[in-house]
């Protein structure tokens, strides 16, 4: 009789979370059993990035009215060279910040050869930055081998100001541990850059190394927390 209470409860919380996990959008042959469950959180359409924001592979690229640039994630290569051929282009002026919203490879790889490419200023979290400074000496998915060098890691909740707009950097733990999030207000926008921690299909939480821990402020608890007080209109 115990047995089956438990099964029962166990299988009730992995339905709960199944119901607002993205793995059943990346992988729907995983689970058949969930594709047409009515109880799934279904996939918001969202609404189209403002002009001063570009996407290329997992970064989102900020563009001041100045012409210059702040760059969120470098994974891959294409980053680099589409900012190369905007600058010949007088598209852009400047590349001059990037920032690191987590430690997973498709958001990293291309860092050491963007610090190469731009002489520009990075910034992390100190939760994130510990990592990509010595990437091996942590146990961790999706970890690549490349060295980043950080150059400022502000507090919980620290301002600055780059060009028109204010940027304030936070430890968001959702996707995982070693994660911040970066809420940035300027053009008459507010904009909450959360790396993986949330997707128009729930959260992406895929292994338990990420550390994804769960209670009152920590985890998602402490993401949702930080955007409950930030009140950002975009994520």
Known sequence: EAAEALIARMTACFDHYMAINALRWHFPQMFPAYLNDPRMMPIRRGCAPPSCLRHIYTSWILRSETGAVFVMDCGDASVIDALKASLVDSEITAVEGLWITHTHDDHVEAVPAFQQAFDCELIADESVATVIADPLAWRLPCITPNIAR???????GESWQWHEFTMTSFHFPGQSHYHGGLLVE??????????????PAGIDDYCVNNRNFLGAGVGFMKCLDILDATKPAMI
């Open 186 to 199: 300027g053009q008459g926008l507010r904009m909450f850059f959360g790396g993986d921690s949330f997707t």
């Open 150 to 156: 950080v150059d400022r890691c502000p507090a919980h």
